[in-house]
């Protein structure tokens, strides 16, 4: 069974800098690629970034510059560092699995980040 | 970017009823496009891939239509727990992944 499990979520002022997590399992980690998709409160679906299993990575133009997506295939944990963090970074950030084609086919359970004075 | 513009932002149907949900793309996105569902307080999930593919262990009563431009998502037959939000997501021209605003399918 594949899960997704983020932590690192929680309370930053403007500014400061977060690290999210997500530990993988039930799948082979290494050979897929993994995004981190953010929904603001009451908003709808955003993507924020993806890495491929040969450790490309892209971003959302909203967050280039500021965060940087890493994945350690040893421990089958996908990373997010995010740092310059403003209001609008405010959202529960997902931790999510690309299917064959860029289709997001598992998703974990979410951590909220908060960034706020 | 591929804008992507679901409608009706609400959609207001009876249980048993049939509900169709519309996602426009602003090019061609040929037939790679995906719907989700999301219940409130919960991560989405895949209902729909290959814009007419039942993900695995999707009901039936859930479907997929359209290429290139215009899609839908049909739900026929609407039990109590397919009132949620959809998103549709087109995964053609990426990165940047790009989701619809998606629509809340309520209970009339």
């Known amino acids: 069974e594949v899960q997704l499990v983020e932590s690192g979520g929680g309370l930053i002022q403007p500014g400061g800098s977060l690290r999210l997590s997500c530990a993988a399992s039930?799948?082979?980690?290494?050979?897929?690629?993994m995004t981190w998709v953010r929904q603001a409160p009451g908003k709808g679906l955003e993507w924020v970034s993806v890495i491929y299993s040969g450790g490309s990575t892209y971003y959302a133009d909203s967050v280039k510059g500021r965060f940087t997506i890493s994945r350690d295939n040893s421990k089958n944990t996908l990373y997010l560092q995010m740092n310059s963090l403003r209001a609008e970074d405010t959202a529960v950030y997902y931790c999510?699995?690309?299917?064959?084609?860029?289709?997001?086919?598992?998703w974990g359970q979410g951590t909220l980040v908060t960034v706020s004075s | 970017e591929i804008v992507m513009t679901q409608s009706p932002a609400t959609l207001s149907v009876s249980p048993g009823e049939r509900a169709t949900l519309s996602c426009r793309a602003s090019q061609s996105v040929s037939n790679n496009l995906a719907w989700y569902q999301q219940k409130p307080g919960q991560a989405p999930r895949l209902l729909i891939y290959g814009a007419s593919t039942r993900a695995t262990g999707i009901p039936a009563r859930f479907s997929g239509s359209g290429s290139g431009t215009e899609f839908t998502l049909t739900v026929s037959s609407l039990q109590s727990e397919d009132f949620a939000v959809y998103y549709c997501q087109q995964y053609n021209k990426w990165p940047p992944y790009t989701f619809g605003q998606g629509t809340k399918l309520e209970s009339k």
């Open positions: 999510a699995r690309d299917g064959p084609g860029g289709r997001i086919d598992y």
């Open positions: 039930g799948f082979i980690f290494s050979s897929e690629y």
